[in-house]
């Protein structure tokens, strides 16, 4: 993202964002809340068409107003925190659906590689169920497999455990480390600062509509050089 802007009417959320996602990262934006980092990554997603700057994605500009937009998402997986899962579907069901619709992959192709995902995330045994038949983490581990499944080349996440009971946080956070650790390219926005530590090549701190600050986990979460950086980080902490 180069100069990225967006407002909604007067109110400009992002003034000139510029954020760096390489192949195989995983880049964390913190901020408080309000400061735009849904905004950003749903900018990202195309779901919000920026007023002025530019995305890259791949080495397309997607913000050329000529883009295929379903194209372009189709290259992306995006997960919320509400995850927004089919309920009449099974939870195999889930993950074939956009092979298939979107990604025009033939039956048991969509079958085979939606088995080998669940098995991936660890709920082989839950291909047959309902959605409301999971705990909150299982749902999201579908979540973020019903995304995968689809091999995007980045993933956005949207504070994937913030709807979550506290003992099931972690079921989901050890799921994105293994990915991290596989080489899955992720932006993702979260409060949980232990998992940016640990797992984060960068930490974007989003401040003012702007990267305020941005650098490794040890620099930004251990040593922040700017002042609205280190009062955001002590009421995290407070
Ligand atoms: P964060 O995810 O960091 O909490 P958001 O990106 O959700 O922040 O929101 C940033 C600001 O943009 C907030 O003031 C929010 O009210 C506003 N906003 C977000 N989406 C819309 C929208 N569709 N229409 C109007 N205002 C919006
Ligand atoms: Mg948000």
Do not use: W
Not at 105 to 118: C, F, G, I, K
Not at 170 to 188: H, I, P, Q, W, Y
Request: glycine share 8%.
């Amino acid at each position: 993202m180069t100069g990225v802007r967006k407002s909604f009417g007067d109110h400009v959320v992002l003034r000139a964002v510029d954020l760096v996602v390489g192949a195989g990262q995983c880049v964390v934006l913190i901020g408080a809340s309000g400061s735009g980092k849904s905004t950003l990554l749903r900018c990202a997603n195309l779901l919000e068409t920026v007023d002025d700057g530019v995305i890259t994605f791949q080495g397309d500009d997607i913000t050329d107003p000529r883009v295929d937009v379903d194209e372009v998402r189709a290259r992306m997986g995006l997960v919320f925190q509400s995850y927004n899962l089919f309920p009449h579907l099974s939870v195999l069901g889930n993950l074939t659906l956009a092979l298939r619709k979107v990604h025009r992959v033939e039956a048991s192709e969509a079958d085979e590689r939606a088995a080998a995902m669940l098995d991936r995330v660890g709920l082989s045994e839950k291909a047959h169920a309902r959605p409301d038949d999971l705990s909150g983490g299982q749902q999201q581990r579908v979540a973020i497999a019903r995304a995968l499944v689809t091999r995007p080349a980045l993933m956005l996440l949207d504070e994937v455990t913030s709807a979550l009971d506290p003992e099931l946080v972690g079921e989901v956070l050890d799921l994105l480390s293994d990915l991290k650790a596989e080489g899955v390219t992720m932006l993702l926005n979260t409060h949980e600062m232990e998992f940016a530590r640990d797992v984060a090549d960068r930490v974007s701190f989003l401040h003012d509509g702007v990267v305020h600050e941005s650098g490794t986990p040890d620099q930004v979460l251990g040593d922040p050089q700017q002042e609205r950086t280190r009062a955001f980080l002590s009421r995290l902490r407070a």
